[in-house]
């Protein structure tokens, strides 16, 4: 009797630490299968991420409208007019000095160009105009 007792002790012991095996196998599997599934969410987070930086930088350009103008001015955070300015600033620095002084030019003389406007409109042919230009700033 007592011997039979002792052998379902350990039979019951042998089934529980079957038991115990089966739990901590599962668990390691199911990290391993967590530890891949995290490398996937990785993987597929960074080709997320390279698929829209290169749409950003690419998609306006085949786009109708005025995409890639609003694609710009968001990536400078600059309205439309200051992100042009900007750009046209640093693809041309002369060119920029230049359109700057004709505006300047147009701007100091607006009455004598209006009034010449108006002749040659009356006239219908060209007009030669006079008009002030400054001194150059030293």
Request: glycine residues 10%.
């Amino acid at each position: 009797m007592m011997l039979a007792r002792q052998t379902k002790k350990v039979s019951d012991g042998g089934e529980s630490l079957e038991r115990v095996a089966a739990d901590v196998g599962d668990y390691l599997r199911s990290a391993r299968l967590r530890q891949e599934q995290d490398w996937w969410l990785w993987g597929g987070g960074g080709a997320g991420l390279v698929a829209g930086i290169l749409l950003t930088l690419f998609l306006p350009r085949v786009l109708a409208g005025s995409v890639d103008m609003a694609v710009a001015s968001t990536a400078m955070n600059a309205y439309r007019w200051n992100a042009g300015i900007s750009l046209m600033q640093s693809g041309s620095p002369g060119g920029w000095r230049s359109l700057v002084d004709a505006s300047n030019l147009v701007r100091a003389n607006q009455e004598a160009l209006r009034a010449c406007a108006g002749a040659a409109a009356k006239a219908k042919k060209e007009q030669r105009c006079t008009i002030n230009v400054a001194a150059p700033a030293q």
